[in-house]
């Protein structure tokens, strides 16, 4: 069974600290997609990255295949950040397995 | 362009009633999805659609069905409203699903639906 996890599942952190969010998964997969929920509820997409590293803004990405293993990092945090992070792979049918989410509170 | 929009916004349901989600995009995605989402758990697929006319279970599809008659709307129907159904759906799409790559996700804003 595809299995998404993502670690912590809550994260406190002060304004200004660097934010590493993990995600792994169990099925090799040729990309991975990261998800930003706002607190209202909207979902949008952060980052579709099948290797290496993205950066937009103050967010980077990273994959490793290899290891089954990406983590989304957040520098120079500010309370607009807060918010539900959220992974997911492509199983073997082309869908979405998504993880639970991490939710984010930075504080000022 | 208005993206995926979904109406209602918010909706209460009596146990056996039935209703319809609506969903549509205006960005030509042929791909197009329903997701519940629960407290806990990450988003689970209800049904997807590939295009017009092409429909599929997910994860969770039991108590719903979908139709696909038209690239911009797909709609979810409740047959039979139960508790267990009380969630946040969320209709997504994309450009497209196939091979492995993946298209940017374009969601909707939700439905929050309660059953009693």
């Known amino acids: 069974k595809n299995e998404v996890e993502q670690s912590p599942q809550n994260l406190t952190a002060q304004e200004g600290e660097f934010i590493t969010i993990n995600c792994s998964y169990s099925v090799g997969i040729s990309a991975l997609h990261w998800l930003q929920q706002h607190p209202g509820g909207g979902i949008v997409s952060l980052f579709m990255l099948s290797s290496g590293k993205k950066k937009h803004g103050r967010l980077i990405a990273t994959i490793n295949i290899q290891e089954k293993h990406s983590s989304l990092h957040i520098t120079a945090s500010h309370p607009r950040d807060s918010a539900v992070y959220i992974c997911a792979e492509m199983d073997s049918n082309y869908q979405l397995i998504w993880g639970a989410g991490t939710k984010l509170i930075i504080k000022p | 362009n208005a993206g995926v929009t979904q109406t209602p916004k918010f909706q209460v349901l009596k146990t056996g009633q039935s209703m319809t989600l609506q969903c549509a995009q205006d960005?030509?995605?042929?791909?197009m999805s329903w997701y519940r989402q629960d407290p806990g758990m990450g988003l689970r697929l209800i049904h997807y659609?590939?295009?017009?006319?092409?429909?599929d279970q997910g994860e969770v599809p039991n108590g719903y069905n979908v139709s696909r008659s038209t690239t911009e709307d797909f709609p979810l129907r409740l047959l039979s409203a139960a508790p267990s159904q009380t969630s946040v759906y969320f209709c997504?799409?994309?450009?497209?699903?196939?091979?492995?790559?993946?298209?940017?996700?374009?969601f909707g804003p939700g439905t929050r639906l309660t059953v009693t």
């Open positions: 659609s590939v295009g017009a006319g092409i429909t």
């Open positions: 960005m030509n995605h042929e791909y």
């Open positions: 997504a799409s994309s450009y497209s699903m196939v091979s492995s790559t993946i298209y940017e996700q374009y």
